[in-house]
């Protein structure tokens, strides 16, 4: 199977399976995820108001999905910003070590699960945005 992504947007459209019974949605590793799946983490029962995320990484690559819910994802790499609404789970989103992210409007039932390409290093973590502006601004040629 062809992977299916959009550089532009990162959006993976998943495929929905389904019958009388209810619905199914499958994610292979290195087919519809673009990379081997070291780590599965879910962010769930998020607080009104609170904004998470707000870093970047130097290695890892993320997969995101709201299984249930809803929430907003803010991607800086760099040469723009946008703002990805997840509410649907056959709507997944690329993340790459260079995505500057924010993620809020969590609903009350969002469940985002994300698929990381490694396992957790908090050493793998840039959190200050200017050093993030340093770090990736010379690769860009900006
Ligand atoms: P953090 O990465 O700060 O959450 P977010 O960026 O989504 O707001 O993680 C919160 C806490 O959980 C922090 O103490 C690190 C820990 N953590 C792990 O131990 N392993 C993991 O895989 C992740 C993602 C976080």
Not at 47 to 65: D, N
Not at 78 to 91: A, F, G, Y
Not at 122 to 130: A, H, L, N, Q, T
Request: with cysteine; proline share 4%.
């Amino acid at each position: 199977m062809k992977l299916q992504c959009n550089s532009q947007s990162r959006i993976i459209p998943l495929k929905q399976l389904g019958d009388e019974r209810g619905l199914l949605t499958v994610l292979e590793e290195n087919i519809t995820i673009p990379f081997e799946i070291k780590r599965v983490y879910y962010i769930y029962g998020t607080e009104e108001g609170v904004s998470r995320g707000m870093h970047a990484h130097y290695k890892t690559r993320q997969v995101l999905i709201a299984v249930s819910g809803s929430c907003t994802i803010l991607l800086d790499d760099l040469s723009r910003k946008t703002e990805v609404i997840l509410d649907d789970p056959n709507k997944a989103l690329l993340l790459e070590p260079n995505d500057w992210h924010e993620m809020y409007n969590f609903s009350p039932d969002c469940v985002l699960l994300v698929l990381a390409s490694h396992f957790y290093d908090s050493e793998d973590y840039i959190r200050d945005y200017d050093s993030f502006v340093s770090i990736y601004r010379e690769g860009l040629g900006l």
